[in-house]
């Protein structure tokens, strides 16, 4: 992303050189290529890296319009700024495959920096798993480079902020809006490594970047299907008591398959999904250097009028209802919202304001509601966003 820190950019062509060649003769490599999929950008700014035209004379940090392009991401709590196009192709790229593990290179220093940049006093639920993947980074190159290199800050690994808060940059972007997890390897003091220190470069980090990749084989591999027709089951998956900010992660919408990388021990994980019962599943161990693999079949609510896979419709549930009726609602509406509920004539018959929180029902008191055909609208408090459905009363 920094055009004038050019050692990743050929560190990266040689990792995938290496990959390539090695295939048939290192089981390490053969073992990454068989069981991950693996994409590799050798360099994200090329405007600014070819400022100076064809050969690279005088790399720029920033793009071909002045923007530094590790600022230029989605922030948590400011996503709108106007984005460059490099950011918005690497982001529409980044949404598209989901990557579960990343890493983005840059030089200047030497160390391995995880989530949270822009919170000093916000630790990352895996925070101790960040750090050990951190870790382990750093102490493989030590053993190959020697302990005079990679050695910045806690001996070559700091959480983000504790260095410097950054707002803006792709790792804090993956990792809290992609759920994704991403970690900024700086490889060389030098922002720009003389073309002699390349085959040093590399020496000092292939074995890292191999075992960085043999992370992604670890934790927990799950898929979740439906019971019945295992059908995918686009799955939301939560630890209780334990994720916060974003730290949860989903199930892909096409393979309801999942990835969650967790530190060594045993854990509880809830899964929940429009239109299903909620699961628990309790003691998944996990092993250091190992992968847990893991299906859950998930039951559709009962009674309900339809199985909506998207998240733009309105769930109802029991449908006909006799005293509460459960609606989960579309992403759009949440927060403070307006419920009305109409009856066949056209007779506005309740209206009020209540509180929702994304993905959990709401329940509406239908108790004094005699037998009939109903019409409920539930709406933003600004009534940007509007959902309707229509449900049965039986007494
Ligand atoms: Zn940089």
Redesign the pocket.
Known sequence: ??GD?TGGFVLMLHFADYLLKNYLVDSRVKNLVDNLEIWINPLANPDGTYQGGDIVSTPT?FNANGYDL?RNFPDPLDPNTVKQKETLDMMKFMRKHKFCLSA?????EEVVNYPWDRWLSKLHADDSWFHAISRSYADTAHVYAGSQYMNFLDDGVTRGAVWYLVYGGRQDYITWELHGREV?I?IDNQ?ITPAAQLATLWQNNWHSLIGYLENALYGIHGLVRNKTSLIPVAAKVFINGYDKDSSQVYCDTLTGSFVRFLEPGSWNLTFTAKGYMPVLISNVNVTSGQRTDLIVDMVPFPDSVDYPNSSNSLLLFPNPATNNLNAILPDTIAGNINVRIINQTGTLISDYSTQAIKSVPIIIDIKTLSSGIYTVVISNYNRSHISIGRFVVIK
Do not use: A, I, L, Q
């Open positions: 992303m920094h820190e940090r590790n983005n290179f840059h030089s200047g900024t700086e922002y």
